[in-house]
């Protein structure tokens, strides 16, 4: 995780991320209110054994959507790490190798292999990370819906390089609008399936919904009015405890879990051990992501 140093709205990246929204008031007042709730969802982590690697943002270059790190990097448990081509310039400032070296340092992880995409960007052709793909990585299989940050092109490089099957699929806001990442429509943990199934246009709806049936999981429909307060930016993450042993914690705002019906709720709590819902509606409504966007879940390998 990333703690902010310059977070505020920005403009750049609010011309594909219709999910931003202007703030009445300055930079310094949201620069403060995300450090708070930043800070807050840090120890909401760790309250529930999640090992946690934060890592400073810096003051220069301004960057103020350092506090989304899993759109320019992941790590895989066979110690790969991969690099992405992000659309908007202030967000390419956010690739910094300390970041990963503070990862291998606190974490245990050891950088086996790079795959490096970012050259993809002198040809205007985008992958944002786990942003753009949700990952089924028991199947192996990537989702991706398209949009001017999700490129056809440089998806097939990754699972070519990763070795995942990619689906592909268009899918829109309540407007009509593209979603611009796949991952505020979709979660996939390990018992059940979160997907704004009205979102994806109906030539698709489809053969996505089968292929995430065929997975066993338990499959969570939801509509536009609960995309819209990122209830598809949900993150399952693995936690141990001396008395429990291994669990599982699925992580979403506050935000998303008051959008949810008691019967969606329901499901999913029956598909994972603990719920998190953790308060960050300065992040939300000025950086137009939510929780599942400031964790770049680390795999260690065996």
Known sequence: MIRPAAFDYNPETAATNRMQQRAAHGTVLASEMAHAEFDGFVLALESEG???CVAEDTLEPPKPDAVFPNNWVSFHQDGTAVLYPMQADSRRRERRREVIDAVCDKLGYVVKRMVDLTHHEQQGLFLEGTGSLVLDNVNRVAYACRSPRTHTKVLAEWCEALGYEAVMFDALDRNGVPLYHTNVLMCIG?????????????????????????????????????IASFA???LELASWDEALGDFRVLVMSANARQSLGPDAFAKLSACTDSILAAPVPTIEKLGGGSVRCMLAEVFLPP
Do not use: F, K, P, W
Request: charged content about 25%; some cysteine; glycine content about 12%.
């Open 50 to 52: 999640i090992r946690v």
């Open 190 to 226: 390990s018992g059940a399936v979160v997907v704004g199934a009205e979102c994806i246009v109906s030539s698709d709806r489809e053969q996505v919904l089968e292929r995430l049936q065929a997975t066993g999981r338990e499959l969570i429909a939801l509509g536009h009015e609960q």
């Open 232 to 234: 598809g930016n949900m």
